[in-house]
Every structure is written in C-alpha cells, then in structure tokens.
C-alpha cells in the first residue's frame, strides 16, 4: 500500500505526494497505487498502441501530438495524452484505436505485453535545468497543485530528488538500463534538443518506427504543425474545451498550461549563478558514468 508524504522544509516549501515501493507518485493516482500499478501490470494492450514515456515536462504532448498526427493521418491537435498514471484503466480500456498512451514512469511499470513487445513505445528525454524551469512554471499554473514554494525552494527539493516521479537523474539512469538490457525491438529514445534542431528527420523516423507511411507532403505539415511556433501560435485555437477538460479544470487560467516556450536554454532566465554552478556541481558528480549527453542551450 502507499504511503501519503508531505515534504516541508523552514522556508514554506512543500510537496505532496504518495510513495509505494521507494518510489513517489503524483497524489492523483487512482487509489492506493498498488492496485492500480497491478491492473496497469494487466492491461490488455492493441497492436496500434502507443505509449510515451517521460520525466514530467520533457517534451511528453509534444511527442504525443507528433505520433498521434503519425497514427491517424490527420493533422489535427489533440488536448492531452490519456495518461496511464491518472486514469482508471476501465477508462483506458474502451479508448478507441489507435490509443495513444503517456506516462512519467518507467518501462517496468509498462504492461506486461508492452514488456513483451507489443505496441511501439517513445521515450523522450530532456535537459535536467530546462526541465526544472518548466516543472516550476508549470506547477504555478495548476489549481491546488502538488508543490507549493518558491523557485529556491522547488530547486532545492529538486536537486535532492524530492518531486513527483522522484529524481530527475534515478529516472534517466533507469532509461538507461532499459537500453543495455531489454532485447525488444519496440522502443525509440528520442531526446529533446535533437528534436528541436532537426524535426523534419525526427518526425520520418517516427513514422518508420510506427510502421506507417505518407507521402513527404503530410510529413512536412507534420512538421510544420509541431514546430513550437506553430503550436504556440494555434493549438488553443483549435482544441475544443471538452478536448482539454481534464487539465482546464486544473489550470488556473483555464485553458492548457502545456505549450509554454519550448526553448533550449529558458533556464537561464531562472537559475541564478550561484544555483547554476550548484547544479553542475551535482551534473558532473551524477552524470560521472552516464553515457548521455545534453544540450544545455
């Protein structure tokens, strides 16, 4: 069963979350997590299923929107992905195909048959300094959220691994492992700031990974409709409010607090120096035997 953990530190910051087996999970699990981690274990899975898995604000709806453009051979907006960790899997399981699936845990809390082989899986990745600004940015626009604090303070808890879905760095070491040991062949690792340099070749390899195929036309509009530009520009315009309903009535300004910048470097604007020199300090002490490496701006 989960345990109910609230952090507070002498300066008012605080972090609300449930932890089962070691691992700390948004208070918005359904029920005690263990039961819903087990029916998750269970869940039958579709051929055409496809699921995109992310630490919190690592390019999660940009991926989605790509494949789910590359899954149905429209270019339209989706709102949100149907999150595993949120929703009752009844719910998931009359979903109509082609399901696109996202998730902020990792590949052993996948379905068993996703582990198996069956389905296509996206795993994106991001800088750990932009990914923080964003997180922090995106906290303070949701209604009773999870975190509350300053920026010192979410850094703080950051840093020490203390936010939802644990640290940022455990997160990416797990990836990493899934990569040296699983012998699937359904998996694609994409990385954030190589989506943003080159997104048309990204965009034809996703297809190819889907198994699906379009003339270059569609892939160019593709891309096009999921550059940050683009997105920024007009996905509130075409998303529907039901579309959306489930994070508009989280969100303080009632509409999707997702598409923010999608800048590499934003960071800047929110680690002082000091913070900046903190955080390297830990990069290199942590990343010391990672086999990643991240664009920073």
Known sequence: MCEFVEEFDEEGTSLKTKKYEGKLYTTIIPGNVKDHLERIE??????????VLSY????THWVFTIASMLRTGKSTYKGSPDFLD???????DKLPSPRIFASHMTFDRLPRQVREGK????VVSRNPKDVAASLYVFFMKLENADFSGSWEGFLRFYMQG???YGSWFETLFDWERTKDTYK??????????KMKKDLSSHVDK????LGVTYDKPFLDEVTDRC???TMIKTVMEEIKPQDQDFIHKMSKEKKLPIYRKGEVGDWKNHFTVAQNEAFDRLYEEQMRDSKCKFRFE
């Open 162 to 164: 203390k936010m939802l």
């Open 206 to 209: 996703m297809a190819s990974f």
């Open 119 to 122: 389905g296509k899986v996206f």
């Open 42 to 51: 269970q869940m039958e899975v579709r051929d055409d299923d496809t699921f």
């Open 184 to 193: 699937g062949d359904n998996i694609m690792y994409l990385v954030y700031e």
């Open 227 to 229: 550059t940050f530009k």
């Open 86 to 92: 949120f929703n009752d899997v009844d719910v998931l």
């Open 56 to 59: 919190p604000k690592s390019g």
